[in-house]
């Protein structure tokens, strides 16, 4: 009988403790997968929107509309999201299958001489820096009762430097 108690209590306890060790392991892999749109995002809207006016004497130099909308896009289209508001300061998405919340991606792209690339080529280059916050959304049932109480947010930021060697 002692034994038969004692497997319940282990049932009971690892059931919950796997539970918050479930959603972590969850939280991590939509960390992975937002991480991973972002870059995508980011390297098309690149490829897409530098601006070439010559092939000598390159520039990296970023059409600021191209690029918001190209990254836009593409975001959207990798978590399966749509845009509901847009300018060149930042981006909001909605989701559409109720996986995630609503993102928030700031965008400040520089295009200035300062950031020179490298000395050694004295190009100018385009800094792009990127922050994205999301509220993160509860999978398991135990801490979607704590969802309301809970603010945890996914933040993320990144900062490119874009130069063309020629």
């Known amino acids: 009988m002692r034994g038969i108690a004692y497997m319940v209590f282990a049932v009971v306890f690892f ?5 918050p060790l479930l959603e972590v392991i969850e939280c991590s892999r939509e960390k992975i997968m937002i991480s991973t749109a972002l870059n995508n995002a ?3 809207a690149r490829d897409r929107s530098l601006t070439e006016t010559s092939i000598r004497d390159l520039n990296a130099e970023v059409d600021k509309e191209k690029f918001v909308d190209y990254f836009a896009e593409t975001f959207a289209s990798n978590l399966d999201l749509d845009i509901s508001s847009k300018n060149e300061e930042y981006i909001i998405f909605n989701c559409n299958d109720g996986r995630f ?4 991606i700031d ?3 520089y295009n200035d001489s300062i950031y020179s690339a490298a000395d050694a080529y004295d190009k100018e280059a385009t800094r792009i820096d990127i922050a994205l916050e999301t509220e993160y959304l509860f999978k398991t049932k135990l ?3 704590i969802q309301e109480t809970t603010d945890y947010a996914i933040e993320m930021e990144t900062t490119y430097l874009l130069w063309v060697k020629n």
């Open 143 to 145: 801490l979607k009762q």
């Open 15 to 19: 059931a919950n403790f796997m539970e």
């Open 42 to 44: 980011f390297r098309a």
């Open 107 to 109: 965008l400040d792209i």
């Open 101 to 104: 919340n609503n993102f928030r």
